[in-house]
């Protein structure tokens, strides 16, 4: 019994391990994340997102009651300059975001025009988590009592700082910016002595942004300030009810902000830290990325190189533990697709699992629900496809499975084609790029190889299925003495000028027949 029980659980995929191993609070989990909007946010920040989303996912399926929050923290300071922003914006340096203008029409700020376009992207890839925004929970007196909490025990969070993270603030310090009310910078000040109702602060020059040099008491409610972040982090926890939330593993060192931001919200907000794990940053060519520098390809870019569900597979399919270095050039999105198709071929049992997780990773993927079961056009097919002038594309397609394609399969194969085009135009390597030559080196081929293609030739001519004619070419190579990949080579060659290719019957099946039969007799 108790074997029996040990192995479900180490079989069991790792977000429903996580949804039953975490605890509910009043009968619900909220899992929560957030992002500073700083500037164009990169396509590793999905990551969080989607695992958070798989996690709320898992923790409904298992029958519990769940909500998902994904917090932009607006209200912080910009203290990054992006690139692409013009110069006239490092007026704003030190202000919160919330402030700083939109560098494009039609939003209310800076932050909001990085977030929202950040946002379009994952609701895509279907996370749709309640958005909150953390100036407008500020600003509305919603952090009033837990800043109080944090300044009445600001003895506590400096002991919890200097042991955990030793790191030791200046005595009176309290941990909380006040926005300046002379220069509108939140990035700059300093704040001591809360005396119940105000708090004393002065406007100084730091790294990034240049103080007023102001100082005075101000009341630190109602939007005033903001609490230093990792007590905001804290404070988001308790202001939520989070009862789930990992972050980049980054903040999981010895001493690090999570382990500052747990005890802070035990000790001073009296409320259980919630469940929380690390995971592994999304690379791209061995780089990590960063919104305020602007480095690594942008959520936006990307989510229009890949189609939503490949994105959205991409990010989960790898356990939060396992970094993900992402290199779209080359064959990596083919692979990619190929996968898909594989992991489908899985889920609806047509091939044998190699990891037990598949069909449940592949569930979790999908884009609007359950996934349906459809056969799917092989991507680089389809890439070779749509390069060849005068092929019928539905047509070939429909040749390489053996049947109509249903209104589904149609649309999927309009889908794949469309990507199929961004690919070869942005990342896909030369020897992709096909075109069919006009004159053929029959020259550089073998005695054995001209017999073999002009054997094939009327094979070819009455011979429309496929299978059967792959019967004929292993005959046709044993009695011209060659092997099946000389033939191949030799095909090749004469139609694309390469020794390798596509998949050479289904390719040969979509050109033009009397052109194919013409070439493979020896006839430019």
């Known amino acids: 019994m108790t074997t029996e029980k040990s192995e479900k659980k180490e079989t069991r995929f790792w977000a429903d391990q996580l949804a039953a191993e975490a605890k509910a609070r009043n009968g619900k989990h909220v899992i929560g ?59 704003h340096m030190g202000k919160p975001l919330c402030d700083v203008p939109s560098p494009e029409a039609g939003f209310d700020s800076f932050a909001q025009f990085y977030a ?95 103080g007023c040099n102001s100082t005075g008491r101000i009341s630190p409610f109602d939007g005033n300030a903001k609490l230093t972040w990792k007590a905001d982090w804290a404070a988001a926890f308790v202001l939520h009810n989070v009862t789930i939330e990992g972050a980049g593993k980054d903040h999981y060192a010895a001493g690090g902000s999570r382990d500052v931001a747990n005890e802070v919200v035990e000790k001073i907000f009296d409320y259980p830290h919630p469940y929380n794990f690390p995971y592994e940053f999304f690379i791209m060519g061995g780089k990590k990325m960063s919104t305020s ?104 397609i429909e040749k390489y499975k ?24 942005r990342f896909a390597p030369d020897d992709a790029k096909i075109r069919i030559v006009e004159k053929p080196d029959f020259d550089g081929l073998t005695d054995g190889q001209k017999a073999a293609l002009q054997a094939f030739a009327g094979v070819f001519d009455k011979e429309h299925d496929v299978s059967k004619q792959a019967d004929s070419v292993k005959k046709i190579c044993e009695k011209n003495g060659i092997k099946v990949t000389d033939f191949f080579q030799a095909a090749y060659k004469v139609f694309i000028g390469h020794e390798r290719g596509p998949k050479l019957l289904p390719f040969l099946a979509a050109l033009d027949r009397k052109l194919v039969v013409k070439r493979l007799k020896l006839q430019s």
């Not at 376009?117 to 749709?128: G, I, P, S, Y």
């Not at 109509?404 to 070869?424: S, V």
Request: net charge neutral.
């Open 116 to 210: 929202e376009e950040f946002r379009a992207v994952f609701e895509k890839l279907d996370c749709k988590p309640t958005i909150a925004w953390s100036s407008k929970l500020y600003r509305a007196g919603k952090l009033n009592q837990l800043i109080r909490q944090a300044l009445e025990k600001a003895e506590v969070f400096n002991e919890i700082n200097a042991r955990v993270a030793h790191v030791k603030k200046q005595a009176g310090w309290l941990p909380i910016n006040v926005v300046c009310p002379h220069c509108g910078k939140i990035g700059t000040t300093t704040v001591t002595d809360f005396d119940g109702s105000t708090v004393a602060y002065s406007c100084k020059d730091v790294k990034y942004a240049q």
């Open 33 to 91: 994340d957030a992002k500073t909007p700083s500037g164009r946010i990169h396509v590793g920040s999905l990551r969080g997102v989607l695992i958070h989303d798989v996690i709320y996912k898992a923790v409904r399926d298992s029958g519990q009651n769940a909500e998902y929050v994904y917090r932009f923290d607006d209200f912080d300071p910009m203290d990054g300059f992006p690139p692409g922003v013009p110069e006239s914006f490092r007026d």
């Open 402 to 425: 053996g049947a109509a394609l249903t209104k589904d399969e149609q649309k999927e194969l309009e889908h794949r084609m469309a990507y199929a085009q961004i690919w070869l135009e």
């Open 293 to 396: 520098k602007g480095v690594g390809v942008s959520a936006k870019d990307m989510g229009a190189s890949l189609p939503a569900e490949l994105l959205r597979f991409l990010m989960t399919r790898y356990k939060p533990n396992t970094a993900i270095d992402f290199n779209p050039d080359g064959e990596t999105i083919p692979r990619l697709y190929s996968d898909w198709d594989r992991f489908s071929e899985v889920y609806f049992g047509r091939q044998e699992a190699r990891d037990p997780d598949i069909p449940r990773l592949f569930e979790l993927s999908q884009i609007g629900g359950k996934p349906k079961d459809k056969f799917h056009p092989p991507f680089s097919f389809v890439a070779q496809l749509v390069q060849i002038p005068g092929v019928n594309v539905p047509q070939a």
